[in-house]
Structures are given as structure tokens and as C-alpha cells.
């Protein structure tokens, strides 16, 4: 079954309390820290472009590549109310095989997209594309969720949350042997006259190792520069959740 269709209607109301502020603000200090201001930047899985507008109202020109038609149309809404429309361009691709026009000088991935390539053949695949259309010298910041955060805190659980308007039961079911996250999704959207609709997606995703995204990384040509737990912003641990990988595009020649 697809993710994120009928689902992307109600994804922005779920993810009110999303720190993306936080997000963009470390992402921001980041690519200054490496010289890149106001330039082209490329975002992976960019859902409904909540982060892409940020990125853009700091200046940089965005690109954000999804592959849910839904979520970017629910984006493409958002840049019109914007005024984003000269800032911000949206492609509907898989991360997989995405086509870009020329290069940008980074690339950026968050809230755990990557988690939903589920093979490494897949994430090397991705990462080969990115160091293609990194400009010299540029940068790769990406997140994901780890192996010890699915065994250990999602994994096999169930979360529920009722509002008003929408409601949701989400049923993890963890895959030891592949490492893999199905998670059941039921939604109920609230409609005229008081009645709800009922609809259900199911997602999957892989936990990785930060062992396994360095030399994913390394192997797709690019120099693996920091990684750091995504919450604490310190260094990586046992029982890091959710890690931040720093990378560098480091064997095209400059002009």
C-alpha cells in the first residue's frame, strides 16, 4: 500500500508539535558554517514543505523532492500563500532515482525519510545520486533512526492521540531478523454532519547503524565529516535515537 495518500490530508495536524524552528535553525548554522548562505539547496522528502519554507524565508533557493503527489500538493499550497513561488521548485520523484537540472551546493534529508529505504543497495543508490549533484566541495546533511530506537522504544507499541476534528491509531510491528518497522496506520477524519471517515496506510521502514551510514556515505564517494544524536547534539551514543550525519563531497574538481 502506498504511504503518505490519504494521510497526507491529516499529516500537518499531527505534526503541529514538529520542532521544525529547531530544525531549520540547526540545519541554518550548519551549511553557514561551511560557507553556504543564499544558495541552491536541495531537500529529500520534503513532505508537505513545512521545512522547505523555512529554509527558503533564510534565504536559500529550495528544491524539494517527494515522492507522496499528496504531500506536495499540500506544499505547493503552502508556497502560493507563501509567495515562495520563485524560491521554491517541488519534483515528484523517488529519492532513488531523482533528476535535478545541475548541481546544488547541499543536500538536505530530515525526519527520518531516509528510514523508508529499506535495503542498503537502496540508500547507496540514493547517496551516489547526491554526491552527482553536490557542487564542489558541498554538503550532505541528513538524519535517521536507529537500530536501538525501533527494537527498543517504537518497536512493538502502540499510539493512539484523539482530537476533535481527527484521530489516529498507529500499531508497530518490528522484524528482528530485517531490521524492518511496519507500522499500521488508522485514521479517522472528521466530515459533515458529524460523521468520520475511516482510512488505514501502512508504512514501513529500516533501522540503521551509524557504521553502516559511514561506509554507505564513503562508498558513494563522499568524506564522512561528523555525525551527532539528534537530540542531545552530542556525540553519538549506544542509545541514540536519532542521528545526524554530516558529509562532504570532496572528488569533483573545481573550475
Known amino acids: 500500500m502506498d504511504a ?25 548554522n550548519i551549511l553557514k558554517d561551511f560557507g553556504i548562505e543564499r544558495e541552491l539547496v536541495l531537500e529529500l522528502g520534503c513532505g508537505t514543505g513545512s521545512l522547505t519554507e523555512l ?4 534565504g536559500f533557493d529550495m ?19 507563501s509567495n515562495r513561488e520563485k524560491d521554491i521548485l517541488y519534483l515528484c520523484q523517488d529519492m532513488r532515482e531523482f533528476e535535478l537540472y545541475g548541481t546544488v551546493k547541499a543536500v538536505v534529508s530530515v525526519c527520518d525519510s531516509l528510514n523508508y529505504l529499506l ?41 493512539a492521540e484523539n482530537r476533535e476534528e481527527c484521530s489516529f491509531i498507529w500499531d508497530n510491528f518490528y522484524h528482528e531478523e530485517e531490521q524492518i518497522n511496519e507500522y499500521d496506520l488508522t485514521i479517522f477524519v472528521k466530515e459533515e454532519q458529524d460523521m468520520f471517515r475511516r482510512f488505514t496506510e501502512t508504512h514501513y521502514q529500516r533501522g540503521y547503524t551509524l557504521a553502516q551510514m559511514k561506509e554507505l556515505v564513503e562508498a558513494a564517494g563522499m568524506k564522512f565529516v561528523r555525525a551527532l544524536d539528534a537530540d542531545t547534539r552530542e556525540e553519538v551514543t549506544e542509545v541514540s535515537e536519532r542521528i545526524y550525519v554530516i558529509a562532504k563531497e570532496i572528488n569533483k574538481q573545481k573550475d
Open 55 to 58: 529554509l527558503a524565508d533564510a
Open 4 to 28: 503518505y495518500t490519504d494521510f497526507a490530508r491529516v499529516y500537518d495536524t499531527f505534526m503541529d508539535e514538529t520542532p521544525y524552528q529547531e530544525w531549520s535553525a540547526f540545519l541554518i
Open 63 to 81: 528544491i524539494g523532492v517527494d515522492n507522496s503527489a499528496e504531500m506536495l500538493n499540500i506544499a505547493m499550497e503552502k508556497r502560493e500563500g
Open 119 to 159: 535495503s542498503e543497495k537502496d540508500l547507496l543508490q540514493t547517496f551516489q545520486l547526491v554526491n552527482n549533484y553536490l557542487d564542489p566541495g558541498g554538503i550532505f546533511i541528513f538524519d535517521f533512526n536507529t537500530v536501538y530506537k525501533y527494537e527498543e522504544i517504537i518497536g512493538d507499541t502502540t499510539i
